[in-house]
């Protein structure tokens, strides 16, 4: 009798066990396809926000205008870097690339999909990245070329929160 009772409990641990390991298999196929409509579908429906920024400026000036930018996380856009100065620039913001999710960035004729870190922008270039942001933070943005940071060419970033 004792025998018995723990052979239909164990059978019904097992049962219980099988049913949990379902849901869990149920809702991770549930789950997965939200998440994955979140990024490629309602995202990409937003019409995104459109922010410019240059790089240096007529005057050869070693700045961005603006140097401070914000977003706020969960909304699309479209940051339009241009450079008008003579010479060339990069607009270096790694850890800010690393918390925003790229879709793509234009320059020219070319579009480019997949993670972006840093942009070199030559002479009169102009490129369009269009992203996300994601995870709210302080994040700077600098040029690399030699000088330019320190003679001021540095800037801000903060991605706010949406709530
Ligand atoms: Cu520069």
Redesign the pocket.
Known sequence: MIRFIAKVSLQLLQCMYLTVVLLLCFSLIITSPVLAANYSGDLLKQTPTEVTVS??NAANE?KFEPNHLEFVAGKRYTLRLVNPSA????FTAKDFADNIWTQKVEAGKVEVKGAIHELELKPGAEAEWVFVALKPGKYSLR?P?PG?AEAG?TGDIAINSGQ
């Open positions: 790089l240096g070693l010479q060339k620039h990069y040029c070329i330019h060419m």
